[in-house]
């Protein structure tokens, strides 16, 4: 176990969606670190009047929230949108702390979240190749130890250091994002066009996970990632998620986070990915694009509306 001599502060990011909000706290107020962990809020303004309504309820609620060593809340005056509301709040708690522990607000944790994500940011503090902590996992790994090394990101409960966050920069357009980057590097990133990640480039503003995702592709970095997952995201499509193969089911990560720690590698461990690991990604990518297809909306909807009821 790395000793931690400091917790790192925890950024949540929230808009007007009050239910998983609260679970989002409540699961990380279970965490054994959570007294001893400040809470930054960073609380976007509504987009109409309507929104606005949802927006006062939830800081109202965010007020009286308890259990961590301290509780601020940031509030936007008005409506800044997502990407800026937090890249904003990033910048602003980089300019305080060295370190950073990011949530939004439809990823509970499990009660060992906190103390994975601050012994991770400790050891691996001074190793230039590990730019990030991924909570979340895309792979069902049994056998393969509590952690492994990969070049891809998650952005479901993560964390990073201010010295590494520093390469990030937020692309306006595709032929920025891409510049420098040959065809073998997209589709590198893309796990053989399995994971079609690189078609955010095509939305305005440029989502900044595929942004920080290249940025740890061009530095040629590593993501430490458990091999159990340490967050659920219950916010995608009413926390019920579609897998193709299933045609109407639970989508496949959707699983309990883990009940019981994750062990780190040993500190003089080599850091490098595995190349085996790598080969499964394919598999587990391989309908992903299809679930956010026009097909599979209509789906998702029907299910939703119509069969879960």
């Not at 080969?279 to 391989?286: D, G, M, R, S, V």
């Amino acid at each position: 176990m790395t000793p931690i001599k400091s917790n790192a502060p925890v950024a949540l990011f929230v808009y007007n969606r009050l239910d998983t909000v609260k679970k989002t706290i409540a699961h990380l107020q279970r965490n054994e670190l959570a007294e001893e962990t400040e809470l930054f809020i960073f609380s976007d303004g509504g987009k109409d009047k309507k929104s606005w309504k949802q927006v006062e309820r939830l800081r109202e609620e965010m007020r009286r929230t308890t259990g961590f060593k301290q509780v601020t809340l940031i509030e936007r005056p008005v409506n800044i949108y997502l990407e800026r509301n937090i890249l904003e709040g990033i910048a602003y708690l980089f300019e305080r702390y060295d370190r950073l522990i990011v949530l939004e607000d439809d990823i509970c944790t499990s009660p060992y979240f906190l103390t994975y994500m601050n012994e991770a940011l400790e050891q691996y503090k001074e190793n230039e190749t590990v730019m990030h902590v991924s909570g979340f996992t895309n792979l069902c790994l049994t056998d393969r130890g509590d952690t492994y090394f990969t070049p891809h990101m998650s952005g479901w409960g993560w964390a990073t250091w201010r010295h590494k966050w520093n390469v990030f920069k937020h692309y306006t357009t595709r032929a920025e994002a891409l510049e420098g980057l040959t065809e073998e590097d997209c589709q590198r990133m893309q796990y053989g066009g399995s994971f079609p990640c690189l078609k955010s480039l095509d939305k305005k503003p440029i989502p900044w996970d595929i942004c920080w995702e290249i940025a740890i592709y061009r530095h040629q970095g590593l993501c430490l990632t458990p091999t159990r997952t340490l967050v659920r995201n219950i916010g995608i499509y009413g926390g019920t998620h579609f897998h193709l193969s299933q045609w109407i089911g639970k989508y496949e990560y959707d699983r309990p986070v883990t009940e019981v720690p994750i062990l780190l590698p040993d500190a003089s461990a080599p850091v490098a990915a595995n190349p085996e690991i790598e080969k499964l990604y394919p598999e587990a990518f391989k309908d992903w694009g299809i679930r956010y297809s026009l097909l599979g909306k209509i789906l998702r909807f029907i299910y939703l509306k119509l069969i879960k009821k």
